[in-house]
């Protein structure tokens, strides 16, 4: 059986590499390139210490394949937000079995994000511009798509069985459940698109009134902001006068220098800002509604303890689906993902559906 570490090194190995395949800048596709190698590095070393075949490096698992086909359908920034993910809990989990045990810290736990920054820092040929790229791609990963399709999936599937559960609990499944499950779809569904409306809306008015105020800056004060620049790059460890050279390229170009501004001085991704607060409300309703109506269906064609059995079915394969799905992400073992999301899916639904056994029984005497 593999070794789970080897197996986290060839996964994170293999899809380095189809970043570097597919990636236009020929400095970052060698960054990505040079990440490989490093992890193909460690893997190779875990194989030799626990005597492994070599041949087992070239096995990527179903997971490292399923993020490649992601990233060809939906952009292979996608993979590199799951890759930084993945590098902060190694590091984080190195660094917290070293101090459980008291052992020295040597400095080598930080994770590899760290890493592609010292990569890109120390190469001759980097240029302001490509390292404010490079940095721009490091947080428009951040707020992964499918991440939030799993969990609002996952929101409306646990919300509308409880809700259906409950009232089946009340009523045998004999009266009123699909008419209860329907609107509860639709309540919920709107209100998770309200809220995001809302708070994409309100975040995008914040953050323009902050990013019209940078710009400002740099129109009224170029050498004030281009000295701005120059420390930022120095905090992030590179030479004084390699800083200067960058903050003097990249000033030349007043749009590209808002942009690495707000990004490094308020945090904000310009490229996050250009989705309409409808369309997010839209994604979210749709998202929340399928998951939504998986528990409702059987009640379309069956009814009393059947529809309640069927329905429970169908939720709980949703709910292993999901939680799998959750592993793209965490990395964990699917089988104990998917069955502890089942686990708590069904314990929420028993509850409500003891509570509405309860209360049916209370009122039909």
Same mark, same amino acid.
């Given at each position: 059986?593999?070794?789970?570490?080897?197996?986290?090194?060839?996964?994170?190995?293999?899809?380095?590499?189809?970043?570097?395949?597919?990636?236009?800048?020929?400095?970052? &596709?060698?960054?990505?390139?040079?990440?490989?190698?490093?992890?193909?590095?460690?893997? @190779?070393?875990?194989?030799?210490?626990?005597?492994?075949?070599?041949?087992?490096?070239?096995?990527?698992?179903?997971?490292?394949?399923?993020?490649?086909?992601?990233?060809?359908?939906?952009?292979?920034?996608?993979?590199?937000?799951?890759?930084?993910?993945?590098?902060?809990?190694? &590091?984080?989990?190195?660094?917290?079995? %070293?101090?459980?045990?008291?052992?020295?810290?040597?400095?080598?736990?930080?994770?590899?994000?760290?890493?592609?920054? &010292?990569?890109?820092?120390?190469?001759? *040929?980097?240029?302001?511009?490509?390292? &404010?790229?490079? @940095?721009?791609?490091?947080?428009?990963?951040?707020?992964?798509? +499918?991440? #939030?399709?799993?969990?609002?999936?996952?929101?409306?599937?646990?919300?509308?069985?409880?809700?259906?559960?409950?009232?089946?609990?009340?009523?045998?499944?004999?009266?009123?459940?699909? !008419? /209860?499950?329907?609107?509860?779809?639709?309540?919920?569904? !709107?209100?998770?698109?309200?809220?995001?409306?809302?708070?994409?809306?309100?975040? *995008?008015?914040?953050?323009?009134?902050?990013?019209?105020?940078?710009?400002?800056?740099?129109?009224?004060?170029?050498?004030?902001?281009?000295?701005?620049? #120059?420390? +930022?790059?120095?905090?992030?460890?590179?030479?004084?006068?390699?800083?200067? @050279?960058?903050?003097?390229?990249?000033? %030349?170009?007043?749009?590209?220098?808002?942009? $690495?501004? +707000?990004?490094?001085?308020?945090?904000?991704?310009?490229?996050?800002? %250009?989705?309409?607060?409808?369309?997010?409300?839209?994604?979210?309703?749709?998202?929340?509604?399928?998951?939504?109506? +998986?528990?409702?269906?059987?009640?379309?064609?069956?009814?009393?303890?059947?529809?309640? #059995?069927?329905?429970?079915?169908?939720?709980?394969?949703? !709910?292993?689906?999901?939680?799998?799905?959750?592993?793209?992400?965490?990395?964990?073992?699917?089988?104990?993902?998917? $069955?502890?999301?089942?686990?708590?899916?069904?314990?929420?639904? /028993? !509850?409500? $559906?003891?509570?509405?056994?309860?209360?049916?029984?209370?009122?039909?005497?």
């Amino acid at each position: 059986m593999k070794n789970k570490n080897i197996q986290t090194e060839i996964d994170t190995c293999y899809l380095y590499q189809v970043l570097a395949d597919n990636e236009q800048d020929p400095l970052v &596709s060698d960054v990505f390139k040079r990440m490989s190698e490093i992890e193909r590095g460690h893997a @190779e070393s875990l194989c030799k210490k626990l005597q492994i075949h070599p041949s087992e490096l070239n096995k990527p698992s179903w997971r490292a394949k399923t993020l490649h086909t992601i990233g060809k359908i939906f952009g292979y920034d996608y993979i590199l937000g799951v890759l930084m993910d993945t590098e902060k809990s190694i &590091s984080t989990n190195i660094l917290s079995a %070293k101090k459980k045990n008291k052992q020295e810290l040597t400095g080598n736990e930080i994770n590899h994000v760290k890493i592609l920054r &010292s990569i890109l820092d120390t190469e001759g *040929k980097i240029s302001g511009k490509q390292l &404010s790229k490079f @940095e721009s791609r490091h947080r428009s990963v951040g707020g992964n798509a +499918i991440r #939030a399709a799993v969990l609002g999936g996952n929101d409306g599937l646990v919300s509308n069985f409880s809700l259906i559960m409950g009232i089946a609990g009340a009523t045998s499944g004999n009266t009123g459940v699909l !008419l /209860a499950g329907l609107a509860g779809l639709l309540a919920g569904a !709107l209100s998770m698109a309200l809220g995001e409306w809302i708070s994409v809306k309100s975040s *995008k008015e914040l953050y323009e009134n902050q990013m019209d105020l940078e710009q400002e800056e740099l129109e009224t004060n170029p050498e004030g902001e281009q000295q701005e620049i #120059a420390l +930022i790059y120095m905090a992030k460890g590179i030479p004084e006068g390699q800083a200067h @050279e960058m903050a003097a390229e990249i000033i %030349k170009d007043k749009t590209l220098a808002h942009q $690495f501004l +707000i990004q490094e001085e308020l945090g904000i991704n310009a490229e996050e800002l %250009k989705g309409s607060a409808m369309e997010a409300a839209l994604y979210s309703f749709v998202l929340f509604a399928i998951g939504a109506v +998986i528990p409702v269906i059987p009640f379309f064609f069956l009814s009393g303890m059947t529809a309640v #059995a069927v329905s429970v079915g169908a939720s709980a394969t949703g !709910l292993f689906l999901i939680g799998a799905a959750i592993t793209l992400f965490t990395g964990k073992n699917v089988w104990y993902s998917g $069955f502890r999301q089942v686990i708590f899916g069904l314990a929420a639904a /028993a !509850l409500t $559906f003891g509570i509405g056994k309860i209360i049916g029984v209370s009122m039909a005497g």
